[in-house]
């Protein structure tokens, strides 16, 4: 599903975020960015990432945007479990 030319390739390697909230796979939706989803697209998204990622695919990394600084130094305050969603013990 996420090799080239397969149906999601266009979300590998990126936050794509807004757009599962949105089922869109237009670019500009290919983002980490929520500002102006609506509840309903808010609450797609919890359940896509809940009933869908979480019960299919084990976490095995985060995005750059979350473990980096800006200026590309390790976040040293990052930690898994005070991510969305996470819940370490779900993990073993």
């Known amino acids: 599903f996420y090799g080239r030319g397969a149906p999601y390739n266009a979300l590998t390697g990126k936050d794509s975020t807004r757009g599962v909230a ?3 796979l237009d ?3 290919l983002t980490h960015d929520t500002t102006g989803l609506t509840a309903k697209e808010l609450e797609a998204l919890d359940e896509v990432f809940t ?3 979480k ?5 095995v990394g ?9 200026d590309g130094s390790p976040n040293l305050d990052f930690k898994p479990e005070d991510q969305p969603h996470f819940d370490i013990k779900d993990e073993f």
């Open 22 to 24: 949105k089922m869109s």
């Open 27 to 29: 670019p500009a939706d």
């Open 51 to 53: 009933k869908v990622y």
């Open 55 to 59: 019960a299919k695919y084990p976490i």
């Open 62 to 70: 985060y995005t750059a945007r979350r473990i980096l600084n800006e």
